[in-house]
Nanobody, 123 residues
């Protein structure tokens, strides 16, 4: 199978920055689109940002201009640089990946989620 392990969450003051990382491991034939989602208490999970294998990016309206998503295909890792953080950015951030699991001769698509990392922004 495939696992996603996130790191980099924590407590930061408003206006500060954090960088999240998500590393994929396991029976990976190819990693396609990777992304970050977040869920605040009492709210639905929302898309923060996504990046294709080729580097095309997409952002949620609330984070445009403040967050930057990037990836290192050699390390099967996606990053989220978060700047100018606001208290409303407080949430559990989840990594997501569209994966082809298996080998060259036999693989299948799978959507994988990480366990989440908490980001808390104090005012």
């Amino acid at each position: 199978q495939v696992q996603l392990v996130e790191s980099g969450g924590g407590l930061v003051q408003a206006g500060g920055s954090l960088r999240l990382s998500c590393a994929a491991s396991g029976s990976i034939f190819s990693l396609n689109t990777m992304g970050w989602y977040r869920q605040a208490p009492g709210k639905q999970r929302e898309k923060v940002a996504a990046i294709t294998r080729g580097g095309s990016t997409d952002y949620g309206d609330s984070v445009k201009g403040r967050f930057t998503i990037s990836r290192d295909n050699t390390k099967n890792t996606v990053y989220l640089q978060m700047n100018s953080l606001k208290p409303e950015d407080t949430a559990v951030y989840y990594c997501n990946a569209e994966v082809q699991v298996g080998t060259f001769f036999s693989h299948r698509p799978l959507e994988v989620w990480g366990q989440g990392t908490l980001v808390t922004v104090s005012s």
